[in-house]
């Protein structure tokens, strides 16, 4: 008797019911923000449990990279080190907060299974949770910058664009992440993929060298998205203009993965435990 009103709920009711309830799925995962926050606050504390430096490890491991590649460049390239370490920097953390937003967003769901089979939380919930650990470690990389700049004797530009800028990647990384997971969830050769693809886009990506060098018009930077995202953070922070199509493709980006990631959650929202 009780197995047929469980059916009813778990089963289809049409695109335009699940879609409500993809919607509010992203609702209460908005109204336990906080749990999500315990969350990525609890993964970091468990990540570096026992070390004396913690997560700054990666902050001085950064550093190191940061002053060795901008020094090496800036020798190859024949540019003033004080003008390439700044904008290495700044590349190279807000690179980090991208790649590891997605990366670690294959496993979103696949790391959380346990609770996932056992409750009823949004799954957004574990979403916000990878952004927000990810927002954590970038705060701790922002100590790499402030010093470059420091050494390099370079003030800092415009913050509240730079920030405005931020504010659109975690727009863009949030329904990526959702759409990576759900992938992952399914088929679990897709973070390989995933991560193979990104490597691969950092060469390609304007941190190591700088636009100038190519022109910004070079089809390297045109069709690249993750140069407009890096654009976004280190042009405003650095006092160097913004490329015009800047904030043109970021908006697009914006719209594009929302749509495409509700449509992915409202198409196997009520499969996706059973992937786990």
Not at 113 to 119: D, K
Not at 213 to 220: A, E, M
């Amino acid at each position: 008797m009780d197995a047929t009103p469980h059916i009813l709920r778990t089963g289809n009711h049409g695109l335009a019911m699940e879609f409500r309830r993809a919607v509010q799925d992203l609702e209460a995962s908005l109204r336990r923000f906080g749990l999500a926050w315990a969350l990525a606050r609890h993964d970091i504390a468990s990540r570096y449990r026992g070390s004396m430096l913690g997560p700054f490890w990666i902050t001085l491991s950064m550093g190191v990279v940061v002053a060795g590649t901008g020094t090496l460049y800036s020798q190859l390239f024949r540019l003033d080190p004080a003008t390439l370490l700044p904008y290495v920097a700044v590349g190279l953390v807000t690179w980090t907060f991208l790649a590891s937003s997605i990366n670690e967003g294959c496993e979103s769901f696949t790391s959380a299974a346990s609770i996932l089979r056992q409750s009823s939380m949004p799954f957004f919930v574990f979403v916000w949770r990878t952004i927000l650990r990810n927002l954590l470690t970038l705060a701790h990389h922002l100590l790499i910058i402030a010093v470059v700049l420091f050494f390099a004797g370079k003030g800092v530009g415009n913050v509240g664009v730079s920030l405005l800028g931020l504010l659109a990647l975690i727009l863009i990384a949030t329904p990526a992440g959702m759409i990576a997971a759900v992938l992952s969830a399914r088929f679990r050769d897709v973070p390989q993929v995933i991560q193979a693809v990104v490597q691969f886009m950092m060469f390609m990506t304007p941190i190591f060298w700088m636009s100038s060098q190519v022109g910004r018009h070079h089809y390297f930077l045109t069709w690249n998205p993750f140069y407009y995202m890096i654009d976004a953070v280190r042009s405003p922070l650095l006092g160097m203009p913004l490329d015009g199509r800047t904030w043109g493709v970021l908006t697009f980006l914006i719209l594009a993965t929302w749509v495409i990631a509700m449509a992915t959650l409202t198409r196997t929202r009520r499969r996706i435990v059973h992937y786990l």
